[in-house]
């Protein structure tokens, strides 16, 4: 069972920056699939970026350009910079990490990113 958690989330302003950080359990280079999801209130939880153990990434169209998610496997870290937030990006933000041994998915407890006009 992979644990993940989740930090680096706040307020800031339109235009501002955050990196949000999500450490694992489990060594990264064992995770095939590991990224992150938002999901703003009332709506559903989507995919915002991920990357595969073979170093491929995707983004949401939204946040591409703005957005970069990286992983430090020697720290069992991954990381989401995000620049020139907008209000829409108001989310709480998920870890996610796939396992094709178990075929499971693993969430962290989320972080709360909140921009402001």
């Known amino acids: 069972q992979v644990q993940l958690v989740e930090s680096g989330g706040g307020l800031v302003q339109a235009g501002g920056s955050l990196r949000l950080s999500c450490a694992a359990s489990?060594?990264?280079?064992?995770?095939?699939?590991i990224g992150w999801y938002r999901q703003a209130h009332g709506k559903q939880r989507e995919l915002v970026a991920r990357?595969?153990?073979?170093?491929?990434?995707k983004y949401a169209d939204s946040v591409k350009g703005r957005f970069t998610i990286s992983r430090d496997n020697a720290k069992n870290m991954l990381y989401l910079q995000m620049n020139s937030l907008k209000p829409e990006d108001t989310a709480v933000y998920y870890c996610?990490?796939?396992?094709?041994?178990?075929?499971?998915?693993?969430w962290g407890q989320g972080t709360k990113v909140n921009v402001s006009s």
């Open positions: 996610n990490a796939y396992l094709y041994s178990t075929a499971e998915y693993y």
């Open positions: 489990e060594n990264t280079l064992s995770i095939n699939v």
């Open positions: 990357v595969s153990d073979d170093g491929r990434t």
